[in-house]
Antibody, heavy 121, light 107 residues
Framework: EVQLVESGGGLVKPGGSLRLSCAVS????????MNWVRQAPGKALEWVSS????????YYADSVRGRFTISRDNAKNALYLQMNSLRADDTAVYYC??????????????WGQGTLVTVSS | DIQMTQSPSSLSASVGDRVTITCQAS??????LNWYQQQPGKAPKLLIY???TLETGVPSRFSGSGSGTDFTLTISNLQPEDFATYYC?????????FGGGTKVDIK
């Protein structure tokens, strides 16, 4: 069974940092691109970042570029999102999602349950 | 960035109804369009990719059409489990963008 489990969310002050993790199982992690998508309370989905299976292609939304860093460890079947200089408008549920595309992000065919990040003083 | 506009933002329908949701892209995205369903408090689920291809396991009452800038998601014979929010998403530009969502609730 394919599983994606996010962790690392919590309450952080504006300007602070947080590192999210996504542990995956049930599929060959190193063969898939991965993405982070977030959803602010009561709002629409917002794509955050994408990383290809071998790190060759990495993309960020304009809203997080320069503050967030996506990475992966294929040996540990894990995806990460390092979030720095957090702002109140980064408050959201963060989902990791699998992408069968090889290079550029395409479709998100499996999702985790999400982890809540709250940025507040 | 490519902007995705969904309409309507919400609609009310009854079990057995046929429902149509539209999604318009701010520029030509060929058929690089996906549709997702999100139940309250749950993660999104991929329904249709490449504008019209049904994801494995998705009931055939869901269908998608369109190319270029205008796309449609149709749900025929609406079932109780279909009351949810639906999102379109483009991948013509690697900076993915989603539509604002369409909430389908019970009339």
């Amino acid at each position: 069974e394919v599983q994606l489990v996010e962790s690392g969310g919590g309450l952080v002050k504006p300007g602070g940092s947080l590192r999210l993790s996504c542990a995956v199982s049930g599929f060959t992690f190193s063969s898939y691109s991965m993405n982070w998508v977030r959803q602010a309370p009561g709002k629409a989905l917002e794509w955050v970042s994408s990383i290809s299976s071998t790190d060759d292609y990495i993309y960020y939304a304009d809203s997080v570029r320069g503050r967030f860093t996506i990475s992966r460890d294929n040996a540990k079947n894990a995806l990460y999102l390092q979030m720095n200089s957090l702002r109140a408008d980064d408050t959201a549920v963060y989902y990791c999602a699998r992408d069968p595309g090889n290079w550029d992000p395409q479709r998100l065919d499996c999702w985790g349950q999400g982890t809540l990040v709250t940025v507040s003083s | 960035d490519i902007q995705m506009t969904q309409s309507p933002s919400s609609l009310s329908a009854s079990v057995g109804d046929r429902v149509t949701i539209t999604c318009q892209a701010s520029q030509d995205i060929r058929n690089y369009l996906n549709w997702y369903q999100q139940q309250p408090g749950k993660a999104p689920k991929l329904l249709i990719y490449d504008a019209s291809t049904l994801e494995t396991g998705v009931p055939s009452r869901f269908s998608g059409s369109g190319s270029g800038t205008d796309f449609t998601l149709t749900i025929s014979n609406l079932q109780p489990e279909d009351f949810a929010t639906y999102y379109c998403q483009q991948f013509d530009n690697p900076l993915l963008t989603f539509g604002g969502g369409t909430k389908v609730d019970i009339k």
